[in-house]
């Protein structure tokens, strides 16, 4: 297996996943050499830990202004 933020997502490892991100800066934003991010790559596999904690890596906050809201993205890694 490779040892790589993408293929650790999708065979559902996420101490490996949490180790990647927070101790050598992996950032699950960045796409592999397919175009695919480590979320999708958890989600085509049918694994749930390694999803839900990449969706807890990044805040989502909704502000809203004079036209409506806008969505915004706080990247955390």
């Known amino acids: 297996m490779k040892n790589d933020m993408y293929t650790t997502a999708a065979y559902g490892d996420v101490d490996k996943l949490k180790n990647l991100v927070e101790l050598e800066g992996a950032s699950v934003h960045k796409p592999d ?24 890596v990044v805040i989502i906050i909704i502000t809203f202004n004079y036209i409506g809201f806008t969505l915004s993205l706080i990247l955390l890694v």
């Open 33 to 56: 050499d397919l175009g695919y991010r480590a979320l999708q790559w958890a989600a085509l596999n049918n694994r749930v830990a390694p999803a839900q904690y990449i969706l807890e």
